[in-house]
């Protein structure tokens, strides 16, 4: 007797429906429907089988459907026989147990739940019954069916002579094998089963290597063609018949393409043995054999070689049945094991069966590790000893010349990188378009066979725009599969890889995406490899933060990709906190060098409008890094150029209050030039002062002291062109001289000489009128740190007006600010002092002789300084 898959017939349900019956769940195929149950039928729902034979059942799997999912399943077997055929359900059936099926509400009713289940050793029968309960209730289960994929039954026969061969346990078994698997591969995977059983007791075990390596490749090539006939299946229902020829066509294409792969016609010796099935591959050749006998008769030098360790391990206790089952251990690699779910067994039911517990045993196999070297000892002293020991690396040389040796050429060739099954699934579509040896290039971790792979890639592109007219695959899968490469190429830590990815970049881009690929492929390419060269375009090494930069603008110029606005879109949009200043300044300049090239422009959708160029360089404006100011700065400025009143309306009215920041200062200056500018209004003499007061951050008072009649007028006509409110213009020729022989600070008006730097220095740590906000550390002026606290810092929220004393207060200390003795009633604080509180005159003399000096404010930040000063 002989384990195997039982042949039966469903002689009895209780309902079934019309489309869905009964005789598909002896069917497996890809393209089977299964059985399923009449709409609001009532349960429980009966299945009974008949065998083929009387036949001792030694497992039974059962395939859920995805959403007809019955929430328990009762197992009862038969007799060998019934004695009334007419009156299968009432017959005397033995209850095993039952087991519970999933929800399936995690798998989003997509998965099958394929239940594999292990019986106890019992008599023979020839009927199995299924009772199925109630379904689990779901939004696709409107009628409250449930419904079976597929049963399979394996067990051993009783009447069948199989003249004394035992049966081998194999993939082939399993249900989801025959589920799933091409029905023609699936047959050449069972010829290939028995060809290897025959080489291992031939001890043929280099073709039992290959063979079983080949069945691998073909399961997951047979799962692939069983998708392929059942959307083939689906299209021939629709009387979609375009469709279905496509899938036919595929299918044929990429089954010959895997036969030739695998070398299938080779590996099933119809024509008698070959000897290129038993000839070692050159990666797997030891071209040093001396070195592992070396390496064992070194071992059996050490020590005498020992019996195997016997280890007693404790039997396995399943849940099948309340008795305890024997479970036996096995290291044979042939061996499929299908996961088992446990059959739950009432202790009422329960029948007395007491197999006999064994112990197994279990052979440790002996490993050859690299043997450390014998270190004589020595007569010298400890000193001696360590300045003559042998450095670590040295030691390893030493005893790995021979080791070494031989691997080299192996380790050389990208042969020796082999593709998982994982890495396979995700890079199908290279290895369909380019093939598995180019593929593996990718997947090495020599960066020299990177380089390799990456410019075969690019010729066969070549060579594709060169001769379209017999190809196999269509351009927009080739630049699919080309962009998933240079995906992961594109993160290469070498440099060379990474250059010559970007290379391949433009070129695609460039040359081969117009006027051959489709719009959409175009646009998911581009979506997929742009993040990571904007990620590289932040880099902190030079050469390749440049490459990306230039990548990212040379695409970007191409017309056909141009059209799609999606750089633009990606690099405009808003800056948060979370972004390194590194990448927010490459996009900054990016930005600006598309200003520069391309323009404004009116089109919503392009990103380049003058709305989010404006609010794109407002996001930037306030950031802690200096460049990264300075380079929103420019883009506003070039924004302005375009549209002036819009730039205006999003930043701070054009009052004294908000020129005292040094920031908007310069910005509102540079604004006023370029009105000037436009309408013609500018002498020479003029631009020499605007950049000289620029470059000094004179105040905005210097502007008001000496107005004469012309430049009232010049202002009357600024407003009026530009409709917004630009500052005074520039003093006359006379005032120029004095800016030119004294650099002043226009807040204390220290009498002292300083440079550019100097000047900035200044106000970034000395002036007595100026501090740093604590929060967003922006210098401000003291008698400002209400105003700004309130509607300019980065932290506002934080902050509120309380309403009794008008002080600005963080809201987390509201209630005890206004519990203490500070809070007193007031109807202005322009009087107050915002550190200390005290009441200093409305003056700005005042407010000076409070800030200035040794007296100065007892809370001022920057008391030490003006102690010593």
């Not at 003249?163 to 078994?173: F, K, L, Q, V």
């Not at 351009?475 to 010559?500: C, E, G, I, S, W």
Request: proline share 4%; with cysteine; charged share 25%.
């Amino acid at each position: 007797m002989s384990a195997g898959k039982v042949e039966f017939v469903v002689v009895y349900k209780t309902s079934e429906d019309v489309i869905y019956q009964s005789s598909e769940l002896n069917n497996h195929g890809p393209t089977v429907k299964g059985w399923r149950s009449s709409k609001n039928c009532e349960y429980p729902q009966k299945l009974i089988l008949k065998l083929d034979e009387a036949t001792v059942i030694q497992q039974i799997q059962i395939l859920a459907h995805q959403y007809l999912i019955p929430n328990k399943i009762e197992i009862w077997i038969g007799p060998e026989e019934c004695v009334e055929t007419d009156n299968l359900s009432t017959q005397n059936y033995e209850y095993l147990g039952y087991i519970t099926l999933n929800d399936n509400d995690g798998g989003s009713v997509k998965s099958r739940e394929l239940k594999t289940i292990t019986l106890p050793l019992a008599s023979a029968t020839s009927y199995v019954k299924l009772i199925l309960n109630e379904n689990h209730k779901n939004s696709f289960n409107r009628f409250n069916q449930v419904s079976l994929i597929g049963i399979q039954v394996t067990g051993e026969k009783q009447h069948t002579d199989q003249g004394g061969i035992a049966h081998h346990s194999s993939i082939c078994d399993d249900l989801a094998f025959e589920m799933y698997v091409d029905k023609h591969i699936a047959q050449i995977i069972r010829m290939l089963e028995n060809r290897k059983i025959t080489a291992v007791q031939d001890e043929r075990f280099e073709y039992a290597r290959k063979l079983k390596e080949a069945m691998t490749e073909l399961r997951s090539a047979g799962e692939k063609l069983g998708k392929l006939e059942l959307s083939k299946t689906l299209a021939i229902q629709n009387e979609d018949y375009g469709k279905a020829k496509k899938k036919k066509t595929q299918m044929e294409e990429y089954r010959s393409q895997v036969m030739i792969e695998n070398r299938v016609d080779d590996l099933l010796e119809k024509n008698g043995p070959l000897e290129i099935n038993d000839e070692e591959p050159e990666d797997l050749v030891d071209k040093t054999p001396g070195s592992v006998n070396e390496s064992i008769k070194y071992a059996a030098s050490l020590s005498p070689i020992v019996s195997p360790k016997q280890v007693s391990v404790k039997p396995c206790q399943q849940e099948i049945l309340p008795e305890k089952i024997e479970t036996e251990v096995t290291d044979e690699p042939d061996v499929y094991h299908s996961p088992v779910s446990p059959l739950h067994y009432p202790e009422n039911n329960s029948r007395e069966r007491s197999p006999k517990l064994q112990h197994t045993v279990v052979t440790k196999a002996i490993s050859l590790k690299r043997p450390k070297p014998i270190r004589p000892k020595s007569s010298k002293n400890s000193y001696e000893a360590y300045d003559e020991q042998a450095i670590p690396a040295q030691r390893f040389c030493q005893t790995q010349n021979n080791v070494d040796s031989s691997s080299s050429t192996s380790a050389s060739g990208v042969g020796t990188s082999k593709l998982s099954d994982r890495d396979k699934k995700q890079a199908s579509i290279p290895i369909a378009v380019f093939g598995l040896t180019m593929v593996k290039h990718f997947f090495s971790k020599q960066y020299s066979d990177k380089v390799e792979g990456l410019k075969l890639m690019e010729s066969s592109m070549k060579s594709f725009m060169f001769d379209e007219v017999d190809v196999r695959h269509s351009p927009n899968k080739m630049t699919r599969a080309a962009v998933q490469l240079l995906h992961r190429t594109l993160r290469d830590k070498v440099f060379a890889v990474y250059n010559l990815s970007a290379e391949i970049i433009r070129f695609i881009f460039s040359e081969f995406i117009p006027g051959r690929v489709s719009t959409g492929e175009a646009s998911r390419s581009l979506e997929t490899l742009l993040p990571e060269l904007l990620a590289k375009a932040g880099d902190t090494t030079p050469r390749i933060h440049n490459i990306a930069t230039h990548t990212i603008l040379s695409v970007a110029e191409v017309p056909d990709i141009r059209k799609l606005n999606i750089i633009p879109t990606h690099l405009t949009r808003l800056l948060t906190g979370n972004i390194h200043p590194r990448l927010i300044l490459s996009r900054l300049e990016m930005v600006e060098q598309l200003i520069v090239s391309q323009g404004v422009s009116s089109d919503k959708n392009s990103g380049m409008t003058c709305r989010i160029l404006c609010e794109f360089g407002m996001s930037a404006i306030h950031n802690p890094t200096e460049a990264v100011r300075k380079a929103a700065e420019r883009i506003l400025v070039h924004v302005y150029k375009v549209n002036p009143r819009f730039v205006r309306k999003q930043l701070p009215p054009d009052d004294e209050i908000t020129r005292r920041n040094i920031m908007y200062r310069q910005l509102m200056q540079e604004f006023e030039r370029i009105d000037q500018e436009r309408l013609g209004e500018i002498d020479t003499v003029g631009q020499t002062q605007c950049k000289l007061v620029r470059s000094t951050s004179e105040n905005t008072s210097t502007y008001h002291n000496k107005e004469n009649t012309h430049n009232t007028t010049a202002q009357s006509k600024l407003s009026s062109s530009t409709s917004a409110s630009v500052a005074d213009v520039y003093e006359n020729g006379q005032n120029n001289i004095n800016v030119l022989k004294l650099k002043r600070c226009t807040f204390c008006k220290e009498e002292t000489t300083f440079s550019e730097e100097e000047l900035n220095i200044h106000y970034w740590k000395y002036c007595p009128l100026l501090m740093r906000c604590e929060n967003c550390s922006e210098v401000i002026e003291i008698m400002t740190l209400r105003h700004h606290l309130l509607r300019d810092c980065d932290f506002k929220d934080k902050y509120k007006s309380c309403d009794r004393c008008l002080e600005v207060v963080e809201i987390e200390f509201l209630e005890h600010h206004i519990s203490g003795s500070t809070c007193i009633k007031r109807n202005s604080v322009s009087n107050i002092c915002p550190l200390c509180l005290e009441e200093i005159g409305s003056d700005h003399q005042d407010w000076n002789k409070h800030l200035v000096g040794p007296s100065a404010c007892e809370i001022h930040p920057r008391k030490n300084y003006l102690k010593h000063h």
